[in-house]
């Protein structure tokens, strides 16, 4: 990519779009136990969505069609570490491996999210992001990200929207863990997260990685 190419393109999130929540080792994220629980009152789950999962060649055979040159997309969390640490699930870095070469050979940028807002339930078990160590697990998840992608992955968001996301699962509550009016859990999830993203961005710098990173 060079540094001055424009580019144009469509964005989605994991969670969003992939579907197959639970196939391939993928471990379940806090989307999935909520539309899963009695709080989801309107039936609707991401267990499908759109089938990216099994249909992204022809999405992103679609945005070359349409003239688009870069697509932005988040990982999972969950399907990469199933209990948002330790243990690597090698089909989930199979399939974002796909993902990624699919879109090189269609011309287009992969322009990868690390987070977006479908943290793993077993991180979410232990408080989440307004528990301090979510950082060093984020970390560790953003290396393993970084060593599996970074030859072709050259741009980088470590988290979407960080404010939004705080707001939304504990002062509105209509994103899980669904708190609301819990001003002590949102400040700690604004200071969790960018502490986080901070810690990311020193990781790859540490692995001398040669794209630019930044946060949405």
Request: aromatic share 14%.
């Amino acid at each position: 990519m060079q540094k001055s190419e424009f580019l144009w393109g469509s964005a989605t999130a994991a969670y969003q779009c992939e579907g197959a929540w639970d196939a391939e080792g993928k471990g379940p994220s806090i989307w999935d136990q909520f539309c899963h629980s009695e709080k989801n009152t309107t039936g609707i789950t991401g267990d499908v969505s759109c089938d990216f999962y099994h249909h992204y060649q022809e999405d992103i055979q679609m945005l070359k069609a349409g003239g688009q040159n870069s697509y932005r997309f988040s990982l999972s969390w969950c399907r990469i570490l199933p209990e948002g640490r330790g243990r690597i699930n090698e089909e989930g870095i199979a399939f974002y491996n796909r993902v990624i070469d699919c879109c090189l050979e269609n011309g287009v940028v992969p322009n990868v999210t690390l987070f977006h807002y479908d943290l793993p339930q077993a991180l979410a078990a232990q408080g989440g992001w307004a528990n301090r160590e979510i950082v060093e697990a984020f970390a560790e998840y953003a290396e393993v990200c970084f060593k599996a992608f970074g030859d072709r992955v050259k741009l980088w968001v470590t988290i979407n929207e960080p404010k939004y996301y705080a707001y939304c699962s504990n002062i509105v509550g209509n994103y899980p863990p669904n708190h609301k009016l819990d001003f002590d859990r949102y400040f700690k999830t604004l200071y969790h997260e960018a502490l986080a993203s901070a810690k990311a961005v020193a990781v790859y710098r540490k692995l001398h990685q040669d794209g630019r990173i930044g946060i949405v």
